[in-house]
Nanobody, 124 residues
Framework: QVQLVESGGGLVQAGGSLRLSCAAS????????MGWFRQAPGKEREFVAAISWSGSNTDYADSVKGRFTISRDNAKNTVYLQMNTVKPEDTAVYYCAADLWGLGSPDRTRYKNWGQGTQVTVSS
């Protein structure tokens, strides 16, 4: 099991940048693929980005490709989501999630461990 805590959310103007962090507890962080998902009011939780346990594979939703970057620092047990050129439609609660020995899948059912979420609001 791994416990996840997100941080870095807040209010940002359209076109700006924000970096989310997700800190994991436990000594097996490097065994987990990590994903970022988001959920806007009244909408389903959707895939944003994922990175494999080794960090060698990444995947992005088409809506964020070229604007967001996922990365991980296994020495710090932390995964990051760098959000650039944000848009009002990026407004959502952002969740990080962990998938043991995963390759970085967009399938949210693979992820058994979830954080509590951090709110990102983009003003126009």
């Amino acid at each position: 099991q791994v416990q996840l805590v997100e941080s870095g959310g807040g209010l940002v103007q359209a076109g700006g940048s924000l970096r989310l962090s997700c800190a994991a507890s436990g000594r097996t962080f490097s065994s987990y693929a990590m994903g970022w998902f988001r959920q806007a009011p009244g909408k389903e939780r959707e895939f944003v980005a994922a990175i494999s346990w080794s960090g060698s594979n990444t995947d992005y939703a088409d809506s964020v490709k070229g604007r967001f970057t996922i990365s991980r620092d296994n020495a710090k047990n932390t995964v990051y989501l760098q959000m650039n050129t944000v848009k009002p439609e990026d407004t959502a609660v952002y969740y990080c999630a962990a998938d043991l020995w995963g390759l970085g899948s967009p399938d949210r059912t693979r992820y058994k461990n979830w954080g509590q979420g951090t709110q990102v609001t983009v003003s126009s």
